[in-house]
C-alpha cells in the first residue's frame, strides 16, 4: 500500500492540525500520540484538504517554493507514506 | 514561551497530557483495575463546573490530549458535557471505556459534542472468560455492540486488552477481533502490578514462554497488518530488563485528576506515604504543576539513588516506576526493581515464576467499592 501522485489524502476524523500556543509548534492530534511537525510537514498538511491530489500539492508548494514540482513530489509522498502507515492519514476513494 | 517557571528549573516543561479520572464507579470489576483500593463515592464527586474550570486551565498550562477516564467514564450524567467543554477549548478528547451499560446510550450525543477518539476495554475474545475476567454478565455482547456503532459514526477506535494469566492464549485472538471490529489500534497491554492487580498478582501472573510468545505474536502480527492496525504493546516488567518510564517521567509530561480533585502525578502515587498532594478546589493546575511537593518529590534525578543516579540511562526511564519500587523495594526512592540492574532484580522475576506457576491461579479479589481487602500488599513484601 503506497501513495501515487493521483492520491487524494485526508485527515481521518480523530487526527487533527493544531497550533500549539504554548510551545508556539505545529502538532498533530492523533489518537493516544502527538506528532511534532517541521515546517514542511506543516507546509505538506496545511494542502491536505481531501480534494488536492498528490500532484495538486506538490504543484502548490512548487510555486510556493518556486521549483520543480517532480523534485517535490516524491517527498511529499514519503512523509505522507509514512502518516498513512500510522494510520493517521487516509485516502479519498476514487469516484 | 509560556512554560511555567520553577523556583530549582528554569524553564519547567508542560504537561501534556492529563487524566481526567471522572468517576470510580464502574460496572465492571476487573481484578486488575488501576484505580486505587480505596475507592471514591459518587457524593465525594466534583461536579462539572468543577471540571470545566479544570479543563479550561488545562489546556492554558499546555495540554494537548485529555483523557476521559473513571472508573467507567459515561456513568456521569455530565459526560457529554464534559466532552463539549474539551471540544470547544481545542483539547484532544479520549473516552476510556468499558462500552457496557449506559454507554451506548451516550455515544451518539458524545460524537456530536466532538469527541476525538474511543478506547475500549476487552477482557477477552471468548465471552466466558471475558464476562469472569470483568466480573460482569452479558457484558460482552454490549461491547460487540457498542463497537460497531463507534466505527458506524466515523469515530476511531482503540481496543485495549490488559494481558494476564487468564487470557494470554487468545493475543492472536484478539488480534483478529481488532481487526474485525474495525479498530485502527490494539493496544496489548501486560499487566502492570500496582492497585488491584498488584493485591491479585498471583492470580494473574504469566508464564515467561507465554508472555515472549505474545511478544512473538504481536511482532508477527504488526507485519501482517501494516497499515491497516497498529499494535502497541505493554510488555511486563517483572520479566523486562529495564523498567519503564512512569507516566513518561514523574512530573514531566501527565498530570491525573481523581474523581474528588486531588491532583497525581500518576494513577497510583497515593500508594505512596508521606506524599503531600494539592486540590483543583485549592489551587489551579498550574500552581500544582509547578510547586505541589506531589509532583516535585520525584521529578528530574535530584532524588535518585545508585545504581540510578550514575546510569546513563536515567533519564530515559526517570528510575522506572516509583510505586513499584515502593511496593517491592520498601522505599519510593530505589531503583524499581523491574530494572536489571536492582539488587532486588533477581528475587523480583523468581517471585514472578513462582507465581506464574501455581497449579491453580488463586481466586480473583474482584474490585468493590468500600470493599478494600485488608492486606493492601500480598504476604512477605517487601518482594
Not at chain 2, 460487540?144 to 487470557?167: C, K
Not at chain 2, 518529590?297 to 526517570?318: H, L
Given at each position: ?17 493544531r497550533h ?17 511537525l517541521d515546517?514542511?510537514?506543516v507546509?505538506?498538511?496545511?494542502l ?24 517535490i ?8 507514506d ?11 476513494p476514487?469516484? | ?7 530549582s ?6 504537561p501534556?497530557g ?11 470489576r ?11 463515592r ?17 489546556a492554558s498550562?499546555g ?38 451499560a449506559?454507554a ?39 461491547k ?18 490488559v494481558?494476564?494469566?487468564?487470557n ?11 481487526v ?7 493496544e496489548?497491554?501486560h ?14 501472573m ?19 497488518l501494516k ?16 523498567p ?5 517521567g ?24 508521606g ?16 510547586d ?12 535518585m539513588?545508585?545504581?540510578?543516579r550514575?546510569?546513563?540511562?536515567r ?17 519510593a526512592?530505589?531503583?524499581d526493581?523491574?530494572?536489571s ?11 514472578a ?18 470493599g478494600?481487602p ?10
Amino acid at each position: 500500500m503506497s501513495l501515487t501522485p493521483d492520491s487524494v489524502p485526508r485527515l481521518p476524523r480523530g487526527v487533527r492540525l493544531r497550533h500549539d500556543t504554548v510551545r508556539n509548534a505545529h502538532v498533530l492530534l492523533a489518537p493516544e500520540r502527538t506528532f511534532d511537525l517541521d515546517q514542511n510537514a506543516v507546509a505538506v498538511l496545511g494542502l491536505v484538504d481531501g480534494s488536492r491530489s498528490i500532484r495538486a500539492i506538490a504543484e502548490a508548494l512548487a510555486q510556493q517554493y518556486e521549483t520543480d514540482r517532480s523534485i517535490i513530489e516524491p517527498d511529499v509522498i514519503t512523509m505522507l507514506d509514512g502518516l498513512l502507515l500510522k494510520r493517521v492519514l487516509e485516502t479519498v476513494p476514487a469516484a | 514561551m509560556n512554560a511555567v517557571t520553577h523556583a530549582s528549573s528554569p524553564a519547567l516543561p508542560a504537561p501534556i497530557g492529563l487524566l481526567a479520572e471522572l468517576t470510580h464507579r464502574c460496572p465492571l470489576r476487573c481484578p486488575y483495575c488501576s484505580n486505587p483500593l480505596e475507592l471514591d463515592r459518587r457524593s465525594a464527586e466534583l461536579d462539572t463546573a468543577t471540571w470545566q474550570r479544570v479543563l479550561a486551565e488545562a489546556a492554558s498550562l499546555g495540554v494537548l490530549h485529555v483523557h476521559l477516564s473513571g472508573g467507567e467514564p459515561t456513568a456521569r450524567q455530565d459526560i457529554v458535557e464534559i466532552t463539549r467543554a474539551c471540544a470547544e477549548l481545542g483539547l484532544y478528547s479520549n473516552l476510556i471505556t468499558s462500552g457496557v451499560a449506559g454507554a451506548l446510550d451516550k455515544l451518539d450525543a458524545l460524537s456530536e459534542a466532538g469527541l476525538d477518539h474511543v478506547q475500549l476495554s476487552v477482557q477477552a475474545v471468548e465471552a466466558a472468560n471475558a464476562e469472569r475476567i470483568g466480573g460482569l454478565k452479558n457484558a460482552q455482547p454490549q461491547k460487540f455492540a457498542f463497537a460497531e456503532r463507534v466505527t458506524a459514526l466515523g469515530l476511531p477506535l482503540t481496543l485495549n486488552a490488559v494481558i494476564h494469566r487468564g487470557n494470554i492464549a487468545e493475543v492472536p485472538a484478539l488480534i483478529d477481533l481488532a481487526v474485525r471490529l474495525g479498530a485502527k489500534r490494539l493496544e496489548v497491554a501486560h499487566t502492570q502490578y500496582y492497585g488491584w492487580a498488584y493485591v491479585n498478582r498471583a492470580a494473574l501472573m504469566p508464564a515467561k514462554a507465554d508472555v515472549d510468545r505474545s511478544i512473538r505474536t504481536v511482532e508477527e502480527a504488526r507485519e501482517r497488518l501494516k497499515g491497516q492496525l497498529v499494535i502497541d504493546l505493554v510488555v511486563p516488567d517483572y520479566y523486562a530488563k529495564y523498567p519503564k518510564a512512569c507516566a513518561g517521567g514523574w512530573g514531566r509530561r501527565l498530570m491525573n485528576v481523581t474523581p474528588t480533585g486531588k491532583v497525581l502525578p500518576c494513577h497510583a502515587a497515593e500508594t505512596i506515604p508521606g506524599l503531600e498532594f494539592w486540590h483543583v478546589q485549592d489551587h489551579s493546575l498550574a500552581q500544582i504543576w509547578a510547586d505541589s511537593p506531589a509532583f516535585r518529590a520525584y521529578r528530574g534525578t535530584d532524588w535518585m539513588q545508585e545504581p540510578c543516579r550514575s546510569c546513563d540511562r536515567r533519564e530515559k526511564d526517570w528510575g522506572g516506576c516509583r510505586c513499584q519500587a515502593l511496593a517491592l523495594a520498601g522505599d519510593a526512592a530505589a531503583t524499581d526493581p523491574a530494572c536489571s540492574l536492582s539488587p532486588l532484580h533477581g528475587k523480583v522475576q523468581a517471585l514472578a515464576i513462582a507465581e506464574s506457576a501455581l497449579e491453580t491461579a488463586p481466586d480473583y479479589q474482584y474490585r468493590t467499592i468500600g470493599g478494600a481487602p485488608r492486606t493492601a500488599v500480598p504476604e512477605g513484601a517487601p518482594v
